[in-house]
């Protein structure tokens, strides 16, 4: 199962490396690919996981989730 976030405010690939890692630091996340020219994260998920808590990792890293499908 993947979900793909549209991130805002990702200017390089050091915003990627930091929206990779935190997303991958979640236990039910197997891969997150990040793009900041696409201004995205498609999310591999071993498990369920909440639309919410997903918002919170990037947010925390100060980027801002536009939406999650």
């Known amino acids: 199962m993947t979900k793909t976030l549209k991130i805002e405010g990702m ?3 050091h915003c ?3 929206v990779k890692k935190s997303l991958e ?3 039910q ?3 997150a690919v990040v793009s900041h020219e696409a201004g995205t ?3 591999t998920l071993k498990s369920e996981v909440s639309d919410e808590i997903l918002k919170q990792t990037v ?7 536009c939406s999650i499908e």
């Open 11 to 13: 200017m390089c690939g």
């Open 16 to 18: 990627e490396a930091r």
């Open 25 to 27: 630091a979640l236990e």
């Open 29 to 31: 996340v197997s891969e």
């Open 41 to 43: 994260a498609v999310v």
């Open 59 to 65: 947010e925390q890293q100060d980027y801002k989730v």
